[in-house]
């Protein structure tokens, strides 16, 4: 599966942004799907993830009640609605998938997309 993620950019603190993941390939409904970012310097984190039908979702502490994430199946493509936004939420946000049940290990996941930039401003 090829993944496609799309959204980030230049705002300010308080801001919110929508990322995109578009998928392409095979069924994205077999997918469990999550989002990580890296900051500058530090070492990829998970961020969220999402089962296959988008039933269940988990987040990280440090994005929980601002961040959502959401997909749908009949477009191929998850969702990361972040509001809220932090200058700390600086980072290279990246979508990944894979066929099983994840927690928040990026050795879990199979599949990552090439990543968008998010830059908040203070």
């Known amino acids: 599966v090829q993944l496609q993620a799309s959204g980030g950019g230049l705002v300010q603190a308080g801001d919110s942004l929508r990322l995109s993941c578009e998928t392409s390939?095979?069924?994205?409904?077999?997918?469990?799907m999550g989002w990580f970012r890296q900051a500058p310097g530090k070492e990829r984190e998970f961020v969220a993830s999402?089962?296959?039908?988008?039933?269940?979702?988990n987040y990280a502490d440090s994005v929980k009640g601002r961040f959502t994430i959401s997909r749908d199946n009949a477009k191929n493509t998850v969702y990361l609605q972040m509001n809220s936004l932090k200058p700390e939420d600086t980072a290279v946000y990246y979508c990944?998938?894979?066929?099983?049940?994840?927690?928040?290990?990026?050795?879990?996941?199979?599949?990552w997309g090439q990543g968008t930039l998010v830059t908040v401003s203070s």
């Open positions: 990944a998938a894979t066929k099983y049940y994840s927690g928040m290990n990026v050795r879990e996941y199979d599949y």
């Open positions: 390939g095979r069924a994205f409904s077999n997918y469990f």
């Open positions: 999402i089962t296959w039908s988008g039933d269940m979702t």
